[in-house]
Nanobody, 122 residues
């Protein structure tokens, strides 16, 4: 499974941004996908995830009620919609694929895309 994250950029605090994770291959719908982020000098943090079918989503506490994950398996794409953004959301955002549902630890993910930078200005 090859993954590619895109759509990062600069946004003002309180604003919104959507980043996208696209995949090649015909088995994308069988993989649960997670989003992680890593700020400067910080450990990689779980943001949220979505079941392969798209029927379940789960989020980290710091983004719950602000971020929404969805997917379109027909397009081999997972979306991370980020609303009410805060300066502390500034990080490189990564998508990753796992066979483990509800996995929050990076070690449970088998494939990773390259990151996309999101910067939130105050």
């Amino acid at each position: 499974v090859q993954l590619q994250a895109s759509g990062g950029g600069l946004v003002q605090a309180g604003g919104y941004l959507r980043v996208t994770c696209t995949s090649s291959g015909s088995t994308f719908s069988t993989w649960h996908v997670g989003w992680f982020r890593q700020g400067p000098g910080m450990e990689r943090e779980f943001v949220g995830g979505i079941r392969g079918s798209g029927s379940n989503t789960y989020y980290g506490e710091s983004v719950k009620d602000r971020f929404t994950i969805s997917r379109d398996n027909g397009k081999n794409t997972v979306y991370l919609q980020m609303n009410s953004q805060k300066p502390e959301d500034t990080a490189v955002y990564y998508c990753a694929a796992s066979r483990s549902l509800f996995a929050t630890m990076p070690a449970r993910y088998d494939y990773w895309g390259q990151g996309t930078q999101v910067t939130v200005s105050s």
